[in-house]
Nanobody, 123 residues
Framework: QVQLVESGGGLVQAGGSLRLSCAASGSIFSINAMAWYRQAPGKQRELVAAITSGGSTNYADSVKGRFTISRDNAKNTVYLQMNSLKPEDTAVYYC?????????????????WGQGTQVTVSS
């Protein structure tokens, strides 16, 4: 069993900042890629930022220069620092982690999702 627990969402004025966290717990052997997605009302879920186990990152064009993804492997946690927030950043944000679980036998790798956290940016 693996769980991802998100925190850090909320209401902020345009230009403000928020920091999201997503902590994984359970039968974890290792965590490969970690990512943040978001879904605004009436829109499809989209990738915001991702980070590999080696620390390489990529970002959606809409957040480049404003958002920073990072990870703390010792805590099994991924972060999303969001600066210069805009009303169009309003969405439910979900973390996603590709996790190799502890098991006997061949490696088993699964994608897990957090429960989602609301980010609302007022103009």
């Amino acid at each position: 069993q693996v769980q991802l627990v998100e925190s850090g969402g909320g209401l902020v004025q345009a230009g403000g900042s928020l920091r999201l966290s997503c902590a994984a717990s359970g039968s974890i052997f290792s965590i490969n890629a970690m990512a943040w997605y978001r879904q605004a009302p009436g829109k499809q879920r989209e990738l915001v930022a991702a980070i590999t186990s080696g620390g390489s990152t990529n970002y959606a064009d809409s957040v480049k220069g404003r958002f920073t993804i990072s990870r703390d492997n010792a805590k099994n946690t991924v972060y999303l620092q969001m600066n210069s927030l805009k009303p169009e950043d309003t969405a439910v944000y979900y973390c996603n982690e590709r996790i190799q679980i502890l098991t006997v036998g061949p490696p088993r790798i699964y994608d897990y999702w957090g429960q989602g956290t609301q980010v609302t940016v007022s103009s």
